[in-house]
């Protein structure tokens, strides 16, 4: 079921639209300084998607902005539901190919490797992120109350995904991306490692 949600088409545009609403609330509330916010993307190379979304100029930034008051310059980087670390895989790879390796009946790391050119390092790495650093996080010690039921955390993401209810694997998939972007937001203590 949720092996193909990578090759939807739909999924992309629904999560670059919301990357752009959430750089629209960061700028409207401008930099603590008074300045105005202009935009400074980062340059990405998303990995994992159908080639099309990866050759897309509008899926190779990352929206950000910088202060344009001379003198302050400061930065603000908006949260992301497209990238989930500083890296190159999209966010929606590395919850799904995390998914995929768990369940009744995992998929094998050879065949992830063909689906999204993910090493067996790489993915073991994700599920070590998901199972530690993410479990541990601040945000989701305060994030997880919000949830209607208590999940399972040893079988993150699966049971975060199946947490929320929607008609569509592409619905919780990006309920969950919108869940947890405020981790994408960068800070010194946030540490995405990949
Ligand atoms: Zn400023």
Not at 62 to 79: I, K, V
Request: hydrophobic share 40%; glycine share 6%; proline share 7%.
């Amino acid at each position: 079921m949720y092996r193909n949600l990578l090759n939807e088409s739909s999924l992309y545009p629904i999560l670059r639209k919301l990357d752009e609403e959430l750089a629209a609330e960061t700028k409207k509330l401008g930099c603590p300084c008074g300045g105005q916010l202009d935009r400074a993307n980062y340059p990405r190379k998303p990995r994992g998607a159908a080639p099309e979304v990866e050759r897309d100029p509008a899926y190779r930034q990352r929206l950000s902005f910088c202060c344009a008051e001379e003198g302050c310059r400061r930065r603000r980087t908006p949260a992301s539901v497209l990238f989930l670390g500083r890296k190159v895989y999209l966010g929606a790879v590395v919850v799904v190919v995390s998914v995929l390796r768990q369940g009744p009946s995992p998929a094998r790391l050879a065949r992830l490797k063909k689906l999204v050119g993910v090493s067996a390092r790489t993915v073991r790495r994700w599920h070590k992120w998901w199972l530690e650093s993410f479990v541990e996080s601040d945000f989701w010690k305060a994030a997880r109350g919000r949830l209607r039921a208590p999940l399972e955390e040893r079988e993150l993401p699966r049971s975060l995904l199946e947490a929320f209810e929607a008609n569509s694997a592409l619905l919780q998939l990006v309920y969950l991306l919108r869940f947890v972007s405020p981790l994408t937001i960068p800070s010194p203590t946030t540490g995405l490692g990949f």
